[in-house]
């Protein structure tokens, strides 16, 4: 599990922002350092080179970056509003985190900004001789590092956005977030499946939306110092509101609102330590597909098939490796992971075979790979197909019978 600073890091550092201010500010420094640089350089290359060798190539990258930045600008827009409408807006986030993107924006941009501040210094007689000849060799080496951006994003650009681009973006996230999960199922701490013990107080929250991160070493940290026991009662992806009890203490009543800090609360749910967002995010495709103004019951396949893809790795139960020994977790349940992975898909395509006969074929596989961890979540599933397929209508009489045939085939 990563520290709090670290997760906070790595959330700042994956803004847009971040990535094209650095590389405007590594533009700076290129264009200031030529006059630095000068002495270095031999006269037989300033007159070689000429005076005004520079001016004219600066103001083509000058005149030509802003427009290509703005270009691309509007083209990644696009692909967000694309993928927010036929996908699911909560699959937006990965894509605007996209690193491909994000590079070539700031390339871009950076090239501007160094091609205006060279010009700027060019003509107030910054530079001397050799000051334009290694503004001169830095200049060819910015045109071809925007040349290589720029040819990069064009082959990058005819699946960008696209809807196998968006589904295989959820697909690694959840992957990652589950992986992450089972290798800490219950984030370092005890196990805890049950009642929480009498004489508990209670930690309450003073805000609403969602737990993204829960600094579960800070709570311990805080639990060794004034001698408690803790019992956690929110995980990440949980929704939370005001007074929600989000931790039970067993000691002292001092360290409350240091225990509270732990909790860092949000609007939106979040890809890191949340690997059911994945699968919600992923079952709303799904959804989405099956709607009526789509009907795309192949994205809905697909769907189950990379619900299964990412289930799969949670094979066997692992043992508590615990590092915080006075903070007791509860882990996410197999049940509830194919509760948001399948139940939405089942409700919304219980009038279309194929999407049924795809979705028993899912469950049965999940059962057959990890019985002992899917086995009574897949029964409760399939016992709902069964009734709601008592009550559907629209199914003809070989739809049924396909999937009377799949349910057969446990």
Known sequence: MISRWVWMLRGVLRRLW????????????????????????????????GGDAVDQVLSILASSMLAVTTFSLSIA???????????TPRATALLQEDQTTQTTLATFLGAFVYSIVAIIGLNAGYYGEGGRVVLFGSTIFVAAVVVFA???????????????????????????????????????????????????????????????????????????????????GALPGEFVYISTEVLHV???RDAEARLRDAFTVAPSRSFDQDPLHGLVVLAEIASR???????????????????????????????????????????????????????????????????????????NA?????????????????????????????LSARDRAEIAQARAAK
């Open 77 to 87: 827009v696009t692909a967000f509003t694309a993928a927010a409408s036929t996908a």
């Open 150 to 232: 720029l040819l990069r994003w064009i082959g990058y650009l005819p699946g960008f956005g696209r809807m196998n681009d968006t589904l295989d973006r959820v697909e690694v996230a959840t992957r990652n977030a589950l992986e992450a999960r089972l290798a800490e199922p219950w984030l370092g701490g005890h196990p805890f499946a049950g009642a929480v013990p009498d004489g508990t107080w209670p930690v309450r929250l003073d805000c609403t939306g969602y737990v993204q991160y829960v600094d579960v070493e800070a709570v311990q940290d805080c639990a060794q110092k004034y001698g408690l026991q803790v019992w956690m």
């Open 250 to 252: 067993l000691g002292s």
């Open 18 to 49: 971040v990535r094209v201010a650095s590389f405007a500010v590594l533009a700076l420094v290129a264009a200031g350092l030529a006059p630095v640089l000068a002495p270095l350089v031999p006269q037989v290359w300033s007159e070689a080179l």
């Open 289 to 363: 597909a099956l709607s009526s103004g789509v009907n795309d019951p192949g994205t809905a396949t697909a769907v189950i098939g990379r619900q299964v893809s990412v289930l799969s790795i949670w094979t066997r139960r692992e043992e508590p490796d615990v590092r915080f020994d006075r903070v007791h977790v509860p882990a996410i349940r197999p049940e509830d992971a194919l509760d948001v992975a399948f139940r939405p898909i089942l409700r919304d395509g219980i009038g279309t075979s194929e999407v049924l006969v795809r979705l028993i074929a899912a469950l």
């Open 366 to 394: 999940l059962d057959r790979i990890a019985s002992e961890t899917y086995g009574a979540g897949v029964d409760r599933l399939l016992a709902e197909v069964d009734d709601r397929l008592e009550r559907a209508t629209g």
